[in-house]
């Protein structure tokens, strides 16, 4: 069955979309970073499943193994990985941030704040 | 060892590794000194390279010395040699101005941070230039996306977290976005070297992959070029962020996008695939054309002047994408001349703006009333910059703007002429603005004691003025490069 | 939790082996799985822990803050050492070839460092991450 056969496609498209959806419909701030982050998770999945090969081994050479998964993926991922910490890290920080400066976490009460096409200047 | 050899390489890494040694010293002043000393050096690196690349052809650099498509190759051709030159020579002309400014905006004990943050958006812009390799490109991306959305919660208005929270959101979509064309693309090809993906692109027969790819990295770069209607993110971004930040990222950060779009659609996808068989030029003459009047139209109405340059910015993008949806040589060079051109001017206009900030307090059109009284020549600067953009002929915009008449002329359409010269007029609308506020209103009362901008702040922002108004007069460097850049895309020579 | 004469005691006991196991993640990634990055993030859960149970202050005189903010550049720096080293040597930059005459030994020896570049930024970064976010309410207030 050609459904079941792409079955890692699916689950990288579900869990792409779930996030996505969080980001535009959550008004809560951290919300919408668990929702990127959810995203950002599922492009792992899209590099990882195909670079393993059934029946394929760790890619260090030896006479008793003919058939080696690609280990590429895996040091992308590693990297984006490294990319997804780093952005949720700094977001919180903002949040944390935007806490302190507005008293509020939740979207539509920052937008009442401010009313982004104001354009007068705050208070510093 | 020879020097000579290892430009490409070292054109990254020493704004790379100033930021860290710029945290170790923790000293602003130090800091400071070695940010400048390597932004210069990366300026240097970049002329260097663009004369070599001039001279003989594009330059290949093997990181770690494995040879390509196998290890990440440093690429620079006549494109990305531009590019390179325009990003670390706006850096080299800001850094200074940075001092002088960030002084009034930020706190003192972080500053040295300031200058790490600075070096490392840097970095990351030229390594997005530089680098041959598709997912190399997504890290860089990321280090001058990550850092600049430091750099503009810095802002001492408190929208600036807003902004950098709304920019981080979206930015961190559009490069997720490019991730997954990059591994659809790499799915299929078994590739991450740009050069070698376009040659087996030729061979891959299943069409369907490949396309979902085009539309993801399509979507995602022009998320972070701030392509219209993507644009959400632009303006509140560089209205609030610290002055020296707005010139710099409004200078750069969308330019060098639009350097990784033409580098996918023209060295990977390859022209025939993205334009002849696909409905693209339209599309992308669509978008550019709802950016350059909705926008334009927008920013007549803004009353904060940054805000108001912004909008204008996304309009300009509109005329940048415009020239690569004709498909063609006299297009593509249009677009590269006004990616530099408009990267000069709207680097000269926020460098002017944040004098006028530091002066007055703020930019909004009711606070600068009177300022052409006060502050003349920075006044006369802002208005020159604000021609270019209108594209007045002695200015940067009109060669730009010249070049996209041309290119629609060559295909025949006049209604586009048409339509260039009528946003045109937009621009004059929003310039007016300014011009009315400046010389035609009384000045507040409270303008007496405020003084012309001081010498740190007037003479980084007059180099680029002047730039804008050289670049109108003697177009060699810039429309001789575009040229050259626009028939390598094309694939007339290498 | 300062008080909690458990685990008080089970952190005393637990951490120094919490430490050997970044020690041996860190030097077994030439082998297996392991590595740099894991390693620092192992040191780093060790120090957070300590921070938790005996409180941040006393966090903070173990690995004072300027220390922390001078790892995470130090192990960055340490990487592009390595590159730099490669440049001397007369290779390309980052060419762990040159390292060693034997140029499987030099990638061995390039690799050495690189990772410990890397454990040493990790392990930086957590903890700068880490202290930010407790010490917010306590400085500014």
Request: a positive charge; one cysteine or more; charged letters at 10%.
């Amino acid at each position: 069955m050609s459904l079941f056969s792409h079955f890692d496609y699916w689950v990288m498209i579900f869990l792409a979309m779930a996030g996505l959806f969080i980001v535009i419909a959550r008004g809560n701030l951290i919300k919408k970073l668990v929702g990127l982050g959810i995203f950002q998770t599922s492009v792992y999945l899209l590099y990882l499943a195909p670079g393993k090969i059934v029946g394929g081994t760790a890619p260090i050479i030896d006479a008793a193994f003919k058939v080696y998964s690609n280990p590429l993926p895996h040091v992308l991922i590693l990297t984006a990985i490294v990319v997804g910490v780093a952005t949720l890290a700094l977001g919180l920080a903002l949040v944390v941030r935007i806490r302190e400066a507005y008293g509020t976490i939740e979207e539509d009460e920052l937008l009442r704040h401010e009313a982004p096409d104001a354009g007068g200047e705050s208070r510093p | 060892m020879s020097v000579a050899a290892h430009l490409p390489a070292l054109q990254v890494v020493l704004p790379l590794a100033a930021a860290p040694l710029a945290v170790l010293l923790r000293n602003r002043t130090a800091a400071f000194a070695l940010v400048l000393a390597a932004t210069w050096a990366a300026f240097a690196i970049s002329v260097l390279m663009w004369q070599q690349v001039a001279a003989s052809g594009p330059l290949s650099y093997a990181l770690g010395s494995w040879p390509p498509p196998w290890g990440i190759e440093y690429r620079v051709d006549a494109l990305s040699a531009l590019v390179l030159m325009l990003v670390s020579g706006v850096a080299a002309v800001v850094l200074p101005y940075c001092r002088a400014s960030i002084e009034r905006e930020i706190r003192r004990d972080n500053h040295y941070l300031f200058y790490a943050m600075f070096a490392l958006c840097l970095s990351g812009l030229l390594g997005i230039a530089i680098t041959g390799d598709a997912f190399n490109l997504f890290v860089f991306l990321e280090i001058s996306s990550l850092s600049s959305y430091v750099l503009i919660a810095l802002g001492r208005d408190r929208r600036a977290l807003l902004a950098a929270y709304q920019y981080l959101i979206m930015g961190t979509i559009g490069a997720t976005f490019i991730v997954i064309g990059v591994g659809l693309l790499y799915l299929m090809t078994g590739t991450l070297n740009l050069a070698d993906m376009s040659v087996r692109l030729q061979s891959v027969t299943s069409h369907r992959p490949v396309l979902a790819a085009l539309a993801f990295l399509t979507v995602g770069i022009s998320l972070k070029l701030a392509l219209f209607p993507l644009h959400q993110w632009l303006p509140n971004a560089y209205a609030y962020a610290p002055s020296a930040v707005s010139a710099f990222l409004a200078a750069t950060a969308t330019k060098v996008s639009v350097y990784a779009l033409l580098r996918f659609y023209f060295s990977v996808f390859g022209e025939g695939a993205v334009f002849k068989q696909l409905p693209m030029a339209e599309f992308m003459l669509v978008l550019a054309l709802a950016g350059m009047f909705v926008a334009s139209a927008v920013a007549i109405f803004q009353d904060n002047l940054k805000r108001l340059f912004a909008y204008s910015s996304v309009a300009q993008i509109g005329y940048i994408v415009l020239g690569i949806s004709f498909d063609s040589v006299t297009g593509l060079t249009a677009t590269v001349v006004h990616l530099v051109n408009h990267a000069v001017t709207k680097g000269a206009l926020f460098l002017l703006l944040g004098a006028v900030m530091a002066a007055m307090g703020g930019v909004t059109l009711a606070r600068v009333r009177g300022i052409g009284r006060v502050m003349p020549r920075t006044t006369f600067g802002i208005v020159l910059c604000g021609l270019s953009l209108i594209g007045v002929p002695g200015t940067a915009g009109f060669v730009s703007k010249w070049y996209l008449i041309l290119a629609a002329m060559e295909k025949g359409q006049w209604w586009l002429v048409f339509l260039i010269v009528l946003s045109s007029l937009l621009a004059v609308a929003y310039v007016w603005r300014f011009v009315e506020a400046a010389y035609f209103r009384a000045p507040r009362a409270d303008l007496a004691q405020v003084r012309e901008a001081p010498l740190a702040l007037a003479l980084p922002a007059w180099l680029m003025v002047g730039a804008t108004v050289w670049f109108g007069l003697d177009t060699s460097v810039t429309v001789g490069s575009a040229a050259r850049a626009a028939a390598m895309l094309l694939g007339a020579v290498p | 939790m300062k008080r909690d004469m458990v685990l008080r005691v089970v952190a005393k006991l637990l951490i120094p082996f919490i430490l050997l196991f970044a020690i041996y993640v860190q030097f077994h990634g030439d082998f297996g799985p392991g590595g740099g990055f894991q390693a620092g993030v192992i040191l780093a859960a060790a120090m957070v822990f300590y921070a938790m149970i005996y409180g941040l202050d006393n966090a903070r005189r173990v690995l004072p803050d300027w220390l922390v903010e001078s790892m995470l550049a130090a192990g960055v720096l340490l990487y592009l050492g390595v590159g730099f080293a490669g440049l001397l040597l007369g290779g390309n930059f980052l060419d762990y070839f040159v390292l060693d005459r034997d140029p499987v030994a030099g990638q061995h020896r390039g690799v050495f460092w690189i990772e410990l570049g890397v454990a040493i930024t990790v392990c930086g970064v957590m903890l700068k991450i880490f202290y930010l976010f407790a010490a917010r309410g306590q400085d500014e207030a």
